[in-house]
Every structure is written in C-alpha cells, then in structure tokens.
C-alpha cells in the first residue's frame, strides 16, 4: 500500500504547479517579484491560521507550547522561502516554464545534505540513487540548446541554483519546525507550523515592500481576483508539503516534489505551447523513472 506522506506529496506537487502557473500569469499584471511572491502570503496566511484553529476545536486541544528553537526553525524556513520565491518568479522572465522550474530542483540533493548536517537525518543508499537518477533527468531538462555546455552560467540558471538553495533551506526549516511541535498529531503539528511561517511571511513581506516597493502592497491588494488564487492554491499545496514533512525526512518528500516538473511539462505542452524537445521526454522519463522508485523503496 502507498504510504500517506507520498499520496499527500504527489497531490501537493500538483496544486503548487498549479501556483507556479497563476503566479507566472501575474507578470503581465504588472506587479513586481516582491509583489508576485506577497500575494502568496497575504490571502494564503488567514486560511492556515483558520485551519489550525478549526483543528484544535474540533479535536478540543491545547495549542502546543512553541519553543525558540521552533521559532528559529519556522522563520529561518519562512524567509528562505520568501528569498527563493522571488527568484523563482524573476526566472520565469528569463526562460520557459518547464526549464525554470527545473532549476529550481537543484534542490533535491543540497536538502539531503541539509538534513544530514542540520537535522541528522541520513537518507538510504537505494534512495540517494533514486534521487542521483532524477538530479540526472533535471540535468537533461536543464541543458542549453545549442551552446554546446550545461546552461549552469548564466542569469536565469544562477537564478535557478538559488532558488534551489533557498527552497533546500526552507524544507529543513520547516521539517525542523514540525518536530519541535509537541503534538502527536502530524496534522495538527504541520498546520501550526504552516501558520507560524505564514504570518511571519505576511508580516516580513509587509515591511519589506513597504520600505522598498511603495505601492505595492496596494496593487496586490486590488487586483485580489488575479493576486488571491496565487495565495489560495499556495497556502493549499503548503498544507500537503508541512504534512509530508510531518510524516517524512524532508529529503525524501523534496525528491518526490520533483513530480512538479512532470506537472509542468504538460502544462508548458497544453497551456504556455512552450517549445518541448526530445531531451525534454527523455529527462522527464528519468524523473518518472526516479519518483516511482521513492514510492516503492523508501
């Protein structure tokens, strides 16, 4: 049988591409990176406090005591996050949708690592080589037509390796969150979590365009039917992600968060009629080929 935490992360990947795809559309709005990447908290952040509070009526529990190693874990996630965001919507002005969210999955091994160093968290060998064949696939979408040499030297790919960084980071921030709540409940452990984070986002994000993007906040705010779907497809692909890392080591629920990239595969095909070549199906293979060993040896 599917274990939980896979189910879980194979609907959240859907939904977040979904995300990635809305808060692409938002470039033509004419909002800026800041912007794009606030929308996500500020209409995002009021559903994950609504949800941890509808959990701990409904299941009559005390909210956990949050130490300052959680707070330091939750912020730590919430501003890596913040950062990769912003340079993954700056990539999207730089190449297709597909390739730039390949970039971002430079983030596969750099939270395996993370987790071992930060969290002590060891991966098995099956599953390092099942993330070694997808890293592999990632590779292949990443490949500069043309120039001869891996697109790793330029603008959009070092944006790319950034966001990969961050993203890396915000895992093992929020893996190390989720196991500092005391609570039994993986559920309720993720949602007070995803709440912290959030509200420290919203509240990061606020002073941030505040200070350098005047107005903003007002353009966000009033082209809500554009900016809020962002938020709210957002805030639900966050709610799969925490739970898996609930459940999971975060460097497995990364790996397996690679399925994005065959969600937006299809969507560069059906939607944007970006440009798909045959290095693309083969490098989208070995993700498929990397994602169902997870499933079966982890």
Avoid at 8 to 32: D, E, I, N, P, Y
Avoid at 146 to 158: C, D, V
Wanted: charged share 10%; with cysteine.
């Amino acid at each position: 049988m599917i274990e939980l935490w896979v189910l879980v992360a194979l609907a959240a990947g859907a939904v977040q591409t979904l995300r990635f795809a809305l808060q692409k559309r938002l470039g033509a709005t004419g909002l800026s990176s800041g912007g794009a990447t606030f929308s996500r908290f500020l209409f995002g952040a009021p559903i994950a406090l609504v949800a941890a509070v509808a959990f701990l009526i409904a299941t009559d529990t005390a909210l956990p005591t949050l130490t300052q190693r959680f707070w330091a874990f939750a912020c730590a996630g919430g501003l890596a996050q913040i950062i990769g965001t912003m340079a993954t919507v700056s990539l999207f002005k730089e190449r297709n949708f597909a390739v730039g969210i390949a970039f971002t999955k430079s983030e596969t091994l750099l939270v395996a690592l993370f987790s071992l160093v930060l969290l002590g968290e060891a991966i098995t060998l099956p599953g390092l080589a099942a993330i070694l064949i997808g890293v592999a696939g990632v590779v292949l979408l990443s490949w500069k037509t043309g120039a001869g040499r891996l697109a790793l030297l330029n603008r959009a790919s070092g944006l790319g390796l950034a966001a990969g960084a961050l993203f890396g980071l915000a895992a093992i921030g929020y893996r190390g969150a989720t196991l500092e709540v005391a609570a039994d409940a993986p559920l309720l452990r993720a949602l007070v979590t995803l709440s912290a984070a959030t509200m420290f986002q919203t509240l990061a994000m606020l002073i941030y365009l505040r200070l350098n993007d005047p107005g903003e906040i007002t353009r966000v705010v009033t082209r809500w039917h554009t900016t809020a779907p962002v938020g709210v497809t957002g805030i639900l692909g966050s709610m799969g992600w925490f739970f898996a890392f609930a459940l999971q080591n975060a460097a497995y629920v990364r790996a397996l968060g690679q399925v994005e990239l065959v969600y937006s595969l299809l969507l560069s095909w059906l939607v944007f009629r970006d440009r798909i070549t045959a290095r693309d199906i083969i490098g989208m293979t070995l993700l498929v080929a990397s994602i169902v060993a997870l499933i079966l040896l982890v």
